[in-house]
Structures are given as C-alpha cells and as structure tokens.
C-alpha cells in the first residue's frame, strides 16, 4: 500500500484526536457529484440533528461543510442520480457473492487471478505502467491508489485507468483515509475522482484501512461507518475493505463490518489461505506479498489473489448501474 502523504495530526501530548461527534442529520441532498444524489424522502429513516436548531428538512450542503456531523442513511433508501452525473454508477454486488464470502470454501491458489496493487510510487520518474505487458504476464486486475483526504488525487491514476481499460485489466481503485476530515466529503472526493472514470471493468469501491495516524479505534469505527454508507448511497455497492494485522490495534478488532467484502494482506505465507481479522470467515483479495517482480513495472510493488470460488471475477465488475 501507498504510504500516507505525510499529514500531522497535531494533538495534546499523550491524546488521540477527539472522535468526530455522531450527529445526524437530513441527507435528501448531496452536492460535490456534478449533479444531486438525492434520496426518496418516503424511504429515508428519519432522523433529527443537532445543528441549525434541529430545522427540517436541512440541506445537507450546508452542513457538509462541518466535518464534525454524520450522515445517516437507511439500508433500505432509494437513491438516484441526476442524468449530468452521466449513468456511471454501478449496481449493488450481487447478493450471491456477499452470501459466498462466508458459505463457500475456498479455491486452489493455482486457480486464483492474480493482479499487483500500486501507487505513483511504481511511475519512477513518471514512467507510465506498461499495462499491457502486465496482462500479457498473466494478471487480470489491479489495484491502484485514486484518493486521499478530501483533495488529493493519484496524478497517474487517469492515465493508469485508461491504459487498463485498453489492456483488458480490471480495475481496482482504492481511497486512503484521513480520519481527522470529513468522512463525508472524502467519500464523495473519491467516487467522483473514480466512478465517471470507468464503467465496466472497474471493481467495487475500496478502502484501505491500515494504519491509524493517531486517531483512537472509537474514531475509525465512526468514520469508517460513514465513509461505507455514502459511498454504498453513492454507488450502489458494498465497499471493499483493505486491511491487515493493524485491524486487531487499531479498531480493537471490531467485527461491526465483517458484512463487507474483505481484502486482506498476509505477506509471505506458505499457505492457501491468509490469516483474518475482524470476524471475517472468507475474503475476496489477499494481498500475499509487498515485493513482486512484474513485467511492466519497473519496481517492486504489492501482488494479490482473488478468491477463485466467489465465481468469475468478471462478475464484480460488470454489474448494470445503479440510479437512473
């Protein structure tokens, strides 16, 4: 994974940052996504916030720009994009998949598609990724960094995205978060910086949950949560979530998502299968390695499986759209 960009996170000596307080509010409208999410009024659970004098209904642009206030979405909410966000969300992952993550075992490893995960740290020297070398190798996915925070973008992602495409690569693109800022905004940050990228080919939306950068396990599980309900508001789809040994410190292995598909990293194992976290039984990635050898990167990067008995992994990036 790409480190952090080497944010500060300025705190009184010995403290972690406060956890950003749980406050609800209306979310019948979201800006940021060159159009307006909206959610059916009649299916959104209604909920009272303690900002503007708890006034209904409130808009959420207003309150968005506070990086201290929730958003609570029912499971059940009904959501469409206006046409200028150009149809390019994608369906919920199938319930037949999210049911396999915990009934299936798992395949051989010699049936498993392989993919390398990166970052702008494999352009040396802004040397593009020879996408195509990669496929003709034999990997048919990859994962690459698109976001981070609410304003920072991959400078190769674009260009990585459209070599994939051209390749035949699926792609995975992954948000790295700063849990002192909104989790809000960083969520629509990164599904407009990725989905009107790319529609079919590109997998469900991940997020790589790895290190903490000070904030107590009470704040990640509060932002994360908030994080996954936009983005899965947003796009139709259960986020994939990243993670490694860090889940069992930092989040005080928490099992509140082991619903989510899981990406796992297990580095250097002899094995079939990696060790899990956060009460998942299965999982969808493994990232078994942080030092492959690819032809078409120029530099040692991370490598990944996908898990084989799941069905083809063509079906987690085909899916229909979602919304209008």
Known sequence: MDPALGRSYPTSAGQSPDPIPQ??????????????????????????????GGSWPL???????????????????????????????????????????????????E?????????????????????????????????IKATEGTDYVNPYFNDDTARMRAAGVLRGAYHFPVFGE??????????????????????????????????????IINWLHRWLNVVEVMTGKKA???????????????HEFSQYPLWISDWGKDVKDPYLVGGWTNWVFWQTTDAATIPGISVPCDSNVYNGTL?????????GFYGM
């Open 23 to 52: 406050v609800k509010y209306d979310t019948r409208d979201l800006p940021g996504v060159n159009g307006v999410l909206r959610i059916m009024p009649h299916r959104l659970i209604p909920v009272l916030h303690n900002c503007y």
């Open 59 to 109: 808009s959420v642009s207003s309150c968005l720009a506070c990086s201290a206030h929730a958003v609570a979405i029912a499971s059940s909410a009904m959501v469409s994009v206006l046409p200028v966000f150009r149809r390019t969300l994608f369906s919920a992952v199938p319930l037949a998949l999210v049911v396999a993550l915990v009934a299936t075992p798992t395949a051989q490893a």
């Open 111 to 143: 049936d498993r598609p392989t993919g390398p995960d990166i970052s702008s740290h494999q352009h040396v020297g802004g040397a593009p990724i020879d996408w195509q070398a990669v496929k003709d190798a034999g990997h048919d996915f990859g994962m």
């Open 182 to 219: 909104s989790p809000e905004m960083q969520a629509i940050h990164y599904v407009t910086t990725v989905f009107p990228q790319n529609v079919m080919g590109s997998l469900p939306p991940l997020i790589a949950v790895e290190r903490s950068n000070g904030a107590s396990a009470a704040t």
């Open 240 to 254: 994939i979530i990243y993670t490694t040994e860090f889940w069992e410190d930092g989040v005080n292995d928490t």
């Open 311 to 319: 069905g083809p992994l063509t079906e987690w990036a085909t899916q």
